[in-house]
């Protein structure tokens, strides 16, 4: 074969579609012909991209920003109409999907977290911003390894950090965006910040503080850092863990983690309620810890507000046999004094 440019056929069968990312893509599952598996296909018409320079611009990013935690790209294609770029499909879906059944422990919400901070911090050594940091942009591989996805609006930094983003995820804002069109690593701290925010409260708390009467109460509460509640976690979150969130959070930009490592290392250094495994009712919230020999199961019920009861019970393991823990059993509290009993029981058992 002669040396030079040489144009090949591939083939691909589109089975469903599975996801918009944004205005300018649709994300299809596929079986590829040529392989016999099944991949995920990202198809962006042309007229999308009128600078035919921007045509395999986000391939580009992805191959050149290869990394054990960032989603690989297999190819990228065109015919007259479409840029189409491949990807692995990962069976597992995103973080957003799994946090929308169920609540995660710490240790999950640390894992998954220093997983995906390791593949930005990697993006930032490239010189790159991602721009979108959010539960959904973060897949869990085969292995159940959280990786960043979705590369369509990151932006290469000029010589001073600096980049200007084409768009930004409205429900997930850095309050920069409000005084400075160029943006630094600091933008995706923020957005990290507030993806492990949600990662450990859950999407409900966070979607029901989005309840502004206009846009520009919204901005203000971006700005004055109302929104999203610093104060608002769970009561098994360590304080420890909630600093660190909120100092990724901050409205000044010198007040957070300077680099994605500085965020890192600070979450590694997390130890404390790892595997209380929270759950909730109309009425009750639920935490269960299991050990190696037994399982505790916390309750707490407040239905009444001022007769709010904790109920904590141990189940061993060998005999299934389940008695109350009377230490950790309390009534009569109200919401001056629920939350010391609930970070003692957690503490203790």
């Known amino acids: 074969m002669p040396l030079g440019l040489h144009t090949a056929e591939l083939n691909f069968e589109t089975i469903k579609e599975i996801g918009q990312e944004g205005r300018n893509s649709t994300v299809f599952l596929a079986h590829d012909k040529q392989l016999d598996g099944e991949i995920v296909v990202k198809i962006v018409p042309k007229t999308k991209l009128p600078n035919a320079n921007d045509f395999y611009r986000e391939a580009k990013i992805l191959y050149a920003s290869s990394h054990p935690y960032v ?30 059944t169920r609540f995660l422990t710490i240790r999950e919400v640390l894992r998954y977290s220093i997983q995906f901070l390791s593949g930005l911090n990697n993006i930032h050594s490239k010189g790159l911003l991602h721009f979108d940091i959010k539960p959904d942009n973060i897949l869990l591989s085969d292995s159940n390894e959280a990786l960043l996805s979705d590369f369509g609006l990151s932006k290469a930094m000029d010589n001073f950090g600096f980049a200007n983003p084409d768009g930004i995820y409205p429900k997930q804002v850095p309050p920069e965006t409000f005084v400075s069109t160029q943006k630094t690593l600091h933008f995706d701290i923020y957005l990290a910040g507030l993806t492990i925010y949600r990662l450990l409260n859950g999407n409900e708390h966070y979607y029901n503080q989005l309840t502004y009467v206009t846009q520009q109460d919204y901005i203000n509460a971006i700005r004055t850092g109302t929104f999203p509640n610093r104060n608002s976690y769970l009561p098994h979150i360590p304080i420890k863990l909630q600093r660190i969130i909120n100092k990724a959070l901050s409205i000044n930009i010198t007040d957070r983690h300077q680099t994605v490592l500085e965020l890192i290392n600070d979450l590694s250094s997390i130890d ?78």
């Not at 690989?72 to 065109?78: D, I, L, Q, T």
């Not at 189940?315 to 629920?338: A, E, F, K, P, W």
Request: charged share 25%; glycine share 4%; hydrophobic share 30%.
């Open 71 to 100: 989603v690989r790209v297999n190819y990228g294609c065109a015919d007259n109409d479409n840029i189409y770029m491949a990807m692995p499909f990962y069976k597992n879906g995103s973080l957003k999907q799994l946090i929308d």
């Open 272 to 349: 404390e309620n790892l595997d209380w495994q929270f759950s909730n009712t109309n009425s009750t919230r639920i935490w269960t810890k299991v050990l190696e020999d037994k399982t505790h199961e916390l309750t707490l019920d407040f239905s009444d507000q001022r007769n709010q009861t904790i109920q904590t019970y141990k189940t061993m393991h060998q005999s299934g046999n389940r008695t109350r823990v009377n230490d950790h059993c309390h009534n009569n509290l109200n919401n001056s004094n629920v939350l010391s009993k609930l970070k003692l029981g957690f503490r203790e058992l």
